[in-house]
Each structure stands twice: as C-alpha cells, then as structure tokens.
C-alpha cells in the first residue's frame, strides 16, 4: 500500500502485552519493521503486539476473547479447550463480489475476477484502514506455509486487529519467532493486511464479533500484498489461506513454474501394501474433508489424509510432480461432518477447536446439522437463539466451521508435511445430472480440459444463491490470481515439463435420477471409486472408450445394493445434452478474447466429434 513511511505516530504506541518486539538489526528486518511501523501509523491501533506463537500466549489471547465475549469457552471435559464464536449474521462467508485483483493490468487479472486498477485501490484503502484500528490491539503474525523451511514452503507476515483471526491462523499455519528468524535472514515473504473495520472511540464498549459493512479483500499480485477490511470470517480474515495459498501463490506459481491447487491431498495404501498419492480438487463445501479422511469401505485399503483443501505442487528431479499440503489444520465445514458420514473428522474434534457459527447444546457443548442422526430436544443457534427440532431454521449456519490442527486428525500420515509424489489428480463437482460417476481422461490435455470445463451446483461457502449451476474450473474460479484462460496454459506447460504425469479423472459423486434421488451412496463408498482409479494407475483394470472419456468396463460393488438401472444412469452419457454443455463451454471460452490456449479449443473440437458420431452411430 502507499502508506507514507511515517515519520511521527499519530497515535501513541505501545509495545506487547505479552511479548516484546524483536530485535535482529539486519537490513531484512528492517525492512519488515518499516511495513509494520507504515501500517501502524495508518491503522493507528492502541498496541502492537508481536505474536511469538507460545502456547502462554495462545491461552492469554483466548481467555481475553472470552472476557470480551468474542468466544464461548465450551464444557470442558466434553470438549476440552474448545471454543466456540458466533459472528455477525452478516458476516458469515467468503465474499466474492468484495475479492478484488489489483493487477497492473486488467487483462492479467483476466474475465472472471473483479479488477481493480491499483493506485486507485491503494487510495480507497488508505481511505478505509485510516484509524481502522484505534483502539485495538495490532497483532504482527509470521507465518509459514508448510513446514518453517521447507523446499516448498512460502512465508508471510499477517497483520491484523483480530484476536479471533489470531487464534485461528495459529492453527492453520505454522506461527512464530523461528519464521522471523528466516525473514529476518532474508528469505522472502508476502505481506497481509487484515483489519475488522471496526475501530473504538475512547471509552466505546466492544461488541462481541467486530465487523463493517463495507469490505475489502484486495490481491497486489505484483507486490505479492494482501488487504482485507471488514469481515472477521474464515478465508476473509485468515489471510493464509485462500489469500495467499490460492491467489497469491497462483501468481507466484505461474512466474516459478509450479501449481497452487485448490486439492485435499491423500495417501492411498492398496492391499498390497503399495503407497500412492491421489490429489483431488472440489469446489467449496463438496465433500473435500470427507474425501481426505475417507475411511474406505472396501476391505483392506486404507486412506492416509495429508491435506483437506490446498496443494503446491512442483516438479521434481525425476519428473514427476510433487505436492505438499501448504497448511497446518482444517477449516473445515460443520454441517454434513457426522458419525455416519465422516467419524474420522468427528474423532478430530474431540478437543483444541474453535467452532463458528455452530448450535450450542445445553451442556455446553457444539451441535451441527448431520452431526448425529437426531438432533438435541434443545439448543441454542448459531445467532444465540433458542431452537428446538420443529424450528424452520436450521440450528447452525450452513457455513459454519470448525478449525482444527491437522495433526489432530486419527487418519494424519506420519510424514504428512513432507512433498508427496503425485500419482492422479481428480476433478470433481457437484452435478444432479449429466457428469458419469468416474470418467479418465485420455491423456493430460484431455484431463486439463476436464479441469477447465468442470461446473457445479453453488455452496454456502460464498455468497450467492444455493444450487444455482456456476462454471468453477478447477475449483479455483474464486481462487485463481490472474487470468484464468493463463492459467489453463499453465497447466498445459506443466504437462509438457513434466516426465511422469498423473492420470487425471473427472468424479461427481452427486448425480440424481430423474426421481431426485441421490444414485451414488457417496462417503465410505467412494473408496470403489479411488480402487477403480489405482487398478488403473497400476494396469489391472480396464476401462470402456465414451465420447467423454473412459469409464469402469466394471466397479467393484460387493456388499453393497446398487440397482442395475441406477448404475445404468449413473454412467449414462446424453450426446444431446452434453452437445449442449460443449455450447455453454464455447461460450465460457468466448469470455477469454482468445486467450484460451489452442490445445484446449482442440479438444473442444474433438469432443463435439466423439459427441456427433455417437448420436449418429
Ligand atoms: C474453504 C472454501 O473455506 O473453499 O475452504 O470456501
Ligand atoms: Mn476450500
């Protein structure tokens, strides 16, 4: 931003409440003090406090936001060190119409994002963070995204007037003085600005979940800047994750040659003991968390989880590509995560989370819908209300969230910081229609157009209206820093440079018969799914040639109950409706001037082919 450096405190400063500042007087430390002291003067908070990451800290910051109301500490011997917050009801999602790239030009933040010209931006948010943060508390935050030092690893700097947001990106990241050590050594960091947009006058009482009307999360994908105002909520306020992790690190991805993906990251152990590593990309609230600790149905495979939402991945020495998953805990969604449909993600929350916008039981402890099978006689909802089971409402916000240390989770891989080799990358969404349960690709081309065209019924995990059909390819369209038809160029270079590629798959395991039914058990089953794709990957199964890609010539169904003609329209593929989707995928590609790389407009063009002369044939 253009903060002026400052050469007087408009506002009086004081160092820590519980911490002190560093010293290390190199040039790289400097450097990063000039931004926190620029920042400082423009926000004007009544402290600055330097988060060194202490386990005496983190009970310190969470015992005051208790006091402040922030947080309701939950009963202690159900759900030791637990917490949960109830936010703003209008503060309750990702807000995409607020996500802004300030790219020097336009066309580099490309159709799908929203632009913004950057010294213009930098005026509006000089304007907004002006004494945003009088009367608060500044927190400086260094982070790391995956492991302090690794190959892979990128860090940044948070700066933020939320305790809240504190607490949370303690656990979706790794926090701390060792990560100042680095940057002040020099090594790189991108710099994040997070304010609640709520600042206090002298004597002005707090309210319990601080926000603004007016919001902001603004991307400078040139100057690797993050700035985000108004909102205390999940990727708004935890500026790690789908700030940095996705659109920062896209940019970073394409300038360096690797992928910042929008991937759970799992390892898939095969009776016969071999090890492979399936990375799968869903748009928000599609089922990732499961995916990641799927405990699979089938006897004698099991699933390591690594990564439940972000994967870097580079390519290796010996070709083939490697992944990590950049983040330290789940950000997971509550509604839908039960003990019949993901117990392993239960068996993680059993202590140390934070739960938002959850239902309160009235033993002091969180209730979601799906959590179990009945809900509780009472509760009291996510905005504090009473509610019983004949309420219209449902009890929790269906974007409510618990956030949770990965490596609390039963299913975690022993070595899960550590880069993985790929072996298949899967693209899903959420479709009632048309999409086969499983389809390979015929080649890496054909699989990055599978990424590029995939759509899928909206989430709550954005504003938006719920259910409406939405193009997200990759799972990025919200996530993607630059311009989205570069980014499938990149994916085609990516291909080109590697030796060893994984095979890529297209899933939907939503797909609806025409009575609306769901036609796929989902959950535990999908493990016949991920069997069917390893056979493949190591040649013991086969597959049948459709217009659309290759589908199971069979699929291990033993023990469950799946009827010949559900099966029949599970894979079923409409050459007339798909005709149709090859129109819409025309017009998506149109919204990119010609920029959509060639090699993806040919295989628009042969799959209309393979569609034509099945409907001929
Ligand atoms: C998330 C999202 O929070 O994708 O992971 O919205
Ligand atoms: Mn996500």
């Given at each position: 931003m253009a903060i002026a450096e400052p050469t007087t405190f408009a506002h009086p400063l004081h160092l820590a409440e519980y911490g002190t500042q560093p010293e290390y007087g190199t040039a790289a430390f400097d450097e990063l003090l000039a931004w926190v002291k620029g920042v400082a003067a423009l926000t004007k908070p009544d402290r600055i406090h330097w988060v060194d990451g202490s386990e005496a800290e983190r009970q310190a910051l969470l015992g005051s936001m208790v006091a402040q109301g922030t947080l309701i500490k939950l009963n202690e011997s159900k759900r030791p060190n637990s917490y949960l917050a109830r936010s703003d009801a209008g503060d309750v999602a990702r807000l995409e119409s607020r996500t802004f790239i300030a790219s020097e030009r336009e066309i580099d933040a490309g159709p799908t994002n929203n632009w913004a010209e950057p010294r213009e931006m930098r005026r509006t948010l000089d304007g907004v963070f002006?004494?945003?943060?009088?009367g608060r508390t500044m927190f400086v935050m260094p982070f790391s995204?995956?492991?302090?030092?690794?190959?892979i690893s990128q860090l940044g700097v948070q700066i933020t007037d939320s305790p809240y947001a504190v607490a949370s990106v303690e656990i979706m990241t790794r926090v701390g003085e060792e990560v100042t050590d680095l940057i002040a050594e020099g090594a790189p960091w991108v710099r994040t600005v997070h304010s609640v947009g709520h600042p206090l006058e002298l004597g002005e009482p707090d309210v319990a979940w601080p926000s603004n009307d007016e919001k902001y999360i603004v991307h400078f994908p040139e100057t690797l800047e993050v700035f985000s105002f108004g909102s205390g909520y999940g990727g708004n306020a935890i500026l790690?994750?789908?700030?940095?992790?996705l659109r920062i690190a896209s940019v970073l991805g394409r300038d360096q040659g690797w992928l910042a993906e929008h991937m759970l990251l799992i390892r898939v152990v095969s009776p016969e003991g071999r090890a492979y590593h399936v990375a799968a990309a869903f748009p928000s609230a599609c089922g990732k968390t499961n995916l990641a600790m799927l405990r699979p149905s089938i006897p004698g495979w099991t699933v390591e989880t690594i990564g439940d939402d972000i994967a870097w991945i580079r390519p290796g020495s010996d070709g083939r590509l490697y992944a990590i998953n950049p983040e330290a805990g789940f950000f997971g969604v509550a509604p839908g995560t039960g003990v019949s449909t993901n117990v392993t993600a239960v068996e993680a929350l059993c202590e140390n989370v934070i739960f938002t916008n959850v239902a309160l039981t009235d033993d002091g402890d969180v209730w979601w819908e799906g959590l179990t099978d009945e809900a509780p006689a009472h509760l009291i909802d996510w905005q504090g209300n009473h509610w019983t089971p004949?309420?219209?409402?449902?009890?929790?916000?269906?974007n409510s969230r618990f956030t949770v240390s990965a490596a609390q989770a039963p299913s975690i891989s022993d070595d899960w910081e550590e880069a993985v080799p790929l072996d298949a990358i899967l693209f899903g969404g959420r479709r009632?229609?048309?999409?086969?349960?499983v389809v390979e690709s015929f080649d890496w081309d054909h699989g990055v157009f599978m990424g590029a065209t995939i759509s899928s019924e909206r989430t709550a995990a954005a504003e938006g209206t719920v259910g409406e059909l939405r193009r997200d390819p990759f799972a990025m369209m919200p996530f993607c820093g630059y311009n989205m038809a570069d980014y499938f160029g990149h994916w085609i270079e990516m291909g080109a440079a590697a030796e060893r590629l994984p095979a890529i798959y297209q899933v939907n395991w939503f797909r609806k018969g025409s009575d609306g039914r769901f036609l796929w058990p989902g959950f535990a089953e999908n493990s016949r799914v991920i069997e069917w794709i390893i056979r493949r990957i190591d040649g013991s199964a086969d597959a049948v040639d459709t217009p659309v890609g290759r589908v199971p010539a069979?699929?291990?169904?033993?023990g469950i109950d799946i009827a010949d003609a559900d099966l029949a329209e599970l894979f079923a593929i409409d050459p007339d409706s798909w005709l149709a989707e090859a129109e819409l995928t025309e017009e998506f590609f149109q919204r990119f001037d010609g920029r959509v790389p060639g090699r993806l407009t040919d295989q628009l063009a042969a799959l209309r082919d393979r569609l034509q002369t099945a409907k001929q044939g």
């Open positions: 002006d004494g945003s943060m009088r995204m995956g492991k302090i030092g690794g190959p790690a994750k789908k700030c940095f992790a004949d309420a219209d409402r449902p009890a929790a916000h269906p009632a229609t048309n999409v086969p349960l069979a699929l291990n169904l033993e």
